[in-house]
């Protein structure tokens, strides 16, 4: 099986891309949404989180994201704690979901595909790529935040450049190039693999 890991900054169209991908019968896990519900249902999770934070960062109906927040904003030595506590779970869960695939493809969908180290774990990493401004201004459409808060996520996450080096195939979704026929080809270049 082939595992393909898509990345690529906020309002890129990473989820529209593994929706494509989805569409074409490739099982997608989303990463963001798994580590979400991993971090609140996670016994081991849990456990860490607590013991590194004390109980108040779990409140009844799951994770205290603001308490959290508060932990890691401005504090890179917590944030990489936090990171090494949830990236190996999901990373765990991404392989028992991988074994129960049956199809020749399969995909992760991850921003931080790179920084959290789960390139590792795929054969095959595709960019998709938007310029800044686009980015920006898709994001704000989309998001409840302010340019400025958009501009700082984009600032915390690996350039686009150092994406694209590292990356094996690229998707451009600049609103010039078609996604569909992109997608077509990508799924034709893997199965020539």
């Avoid at 109980?55 to 504090?75: C, D, Q, R, V």
């Avoid at 028992?96 to 995909?107: D, F, K, Y």
């Avoid at 310029?131 to 400025?148: F, V, W």
Wanted: proline fraction near 4%; glycine fraction near 6%; charge should be neutral.
């Amino acid at each position: 099986m082939i595992k393909i890991g898509i990345t690529g900054g906020i309002g890129s169209g990473k989820s529209v891309v593994a929706s494509l991908l989805a569409l074409s019968g490739v099982p997608v896990y989303i990463a963001d949404e798994e580590s979400k519900w991993l971090t609140n249902n996670s016994p081991v999770i849990r456990e860490k989180l607590t013991a590194l934070f004390g109980p108040e960062i779990y409140t009844n109906e799951g994770l205290n994201k603001k308490l959290l927040a508060s932990h890691i904003f401005n504090n890179p030595k917590q944030l990489q704690q936090v990171n090494q506590i949830i990236h190996p779970e999901v990373n765990r869960h991404f392989s028992a979901w991988v074994e129960r695939q049956t199809s020749p493809l399969c995909a992760i969908e991850s921003a931080i595909l790179f920084e959290s180290g789960f390139y590792k774990v795929v054969d095959i990493s595709l960019m998709v790529y938007a310029p800044r401004e686009l980015r920006i201004e898709r994001a704000l459409g989309r998001d409840s935040a302010s340019r400025e808060e958009i501009e700082r996520r984009i600032n915390s996450q690996m350039s686009d450049e150092e994406k694209k080096d590292r990356s094996d195939y690229v998707i451009y979704n600049d609103n010039r190039q078609a996604l569909i026929p992109q997608v077509g080809k990508l799924l034709c270049w893997l199965q020539s693999q």
